[in-house]
């Protein structure tokens, strides 16, 4: 079945970085795209990033551009979040998603999150 | 800046239809948008419901349905139950690998 393990989430400083991974199984990981989207505290799920399946191409929502990497090890079965220059309202659990794959741009499983909080 | 837009909050009576809609700040919401609705319960990860404005995901009972009503996207629940009552997202395709997020309808089941 499939799962995705996120992890690599803590605590950090304002200004600080953080590295997300997410672990994909029981699918084949290398064919399709993923997604990472986060909820901050008591509020609602806001869409991160995109990374086609090859790695060769990638989107950001606004607010993380230039801030936030999303990358892919196929080799390894895993997606990535680099995070740098962190902010508080950056706090948020970090879900990846994976791409239904069908072209119909939807997300069908997600992974349970992991916790960043931003704070001094 | 697109703004997707929700109802905050619903109420619907045990055994109620209720239909909770997904609109845009400036424009109407087409199936071109690709709408997709998640539900999310408390500390939960989300999950998916409906896809491409009416396809229920695998294992969603036929009491969810989806829509387009006039320039919405449109989630109806018949036979609402106790169990429906969570968060429910919906969610648009904006082209160039962009996808945003309604704000998210809480629904109360009393």
């Known amino acids: 079945q499939v799962q995705l393990v996120e992890s690599g989430g803590g605590v950090v400083q304002p200004g600080g970085s953080l590295r997300l991974s997410c672990a994909a199984s029981g699918f084949t990981f290398s064919i399709y795209n993923m997604h990472w989207v986060r909820q901050g505290p008591g509020k609602g799920l806001e869409y991160v990033a995109f990374?086609?399946?090859?790695?060769?191409?990638?989107y950001y929502a606004d607010s993380v551009k230039g801030r936030f990497t999303i990358s892919r090890d196929n080799s390894k079965n895993t997606l990535y979040l680099q995070m740098n220059s962190l902010r508080a309202e950056d706090t948020a659990v970090y879900y990846c998603?994976?791409?239904?794959?069908?072209?119909?741009?939807?997300?069908?499983?997600w992974g349970q999150g992991t916790l960043v909080t931003v704070s001094s | 800046q697109t703004v997707v837009t929700q109802e905050p909050s619903f109420s619907v009576s045990p055994g109620g239809t209720v239909t909770l809609t997904c609109g845009l700040s400036s424009g109407s919401v087409s199936t071109t948008y690709y709408p997709s609705w998640y539900r999310q319960t408390p500390g939960q990860a989300p999950r998916t419901l409906i896809y491409s404005t009416n396809i229920r995901s695998s294992g969603v009972p036929d009491r969810f349905s989806g829509s387009i009503l006039g320039n919405k996207a449109a989630l109806t629940i018949t036979g609402a139950q106790a169990d429906d009552e969570c968060d429910y997202y919906c969610?648009?395709?904006?082209?160039?690998?962009?996808?945003?997020f309604g704000g998210g309808t809480k629904l109360t089941v009393l």
């Open positions: 998603a994976k791409d239904s794959g069908s072209g119909l741009c939807y997300f069908d499983y």
């Open positions: 990374i086609r399946y090859d790695g060769s191409n990638e």
């Open positions: 969610v648009l395709y904006m082209g160039g690998g962009i996808w945003v």
